[in-house]
């Protein structure tokens, strides 16, 4: 089992910039690959950003150029760096995380809203 918890959300003005960050416990040990979706309401999750467990990093439709992904393997968290934000990335970032059979692992949610 492994439980993640959320943090860094808020307001941030346009243009802005804000760092989630998302710490794993339990068997983390097991992970094959964290990531961050998102969720508009209404709408399904969709994958924002991605990191291995080699270090290799995947990222989605507006996140690239504009967010980063990274990892501090000693503290078993991962982060995500918004920068130059924009009003449409306003909706709550869940952080997940995959293990060696596949299973999906969840925060809770954290809202970001960008104010123009």
């Known amino acids: 089992q492994v439980h993640l918890v959320e943090s860094g959300g808020g307001l941030v003005q346009a243009g802005g910039s804000l760092t989630l960050s998302c710490a794993a416990s339990?068997?983390?040990?097991?992970?094959?690959?964290m990531a961050w979706y998102r969720q508009f309401p209404g709408k399904q999750r969709d994958l924002v950003a991605r990191i291995f467990s080699g270090g290799t990093t995947d990222y989605r439709g507006s996140a690239k150029g504009r967010f980063t992904i990274s990892r501090d393997v000693a503290k078993n968290t991962v982060y995500l760096q918004m920068n130059s934000l924009k009003p449409e990335d306003t909706a709550v970032y869940f952080c997940?995380?995959?293990?060696?059979?596949?299973?999906?692992?969840w925060g809770q949610g954290i809202q970001v809203t960008v104010s123009s």
């Open positions: 997940n995380a995959l293990d060696g059979t596949s299973t999906a692992y």
């Open positions: 339990g068997s983390f040990w097991t992970l094959n690959a």
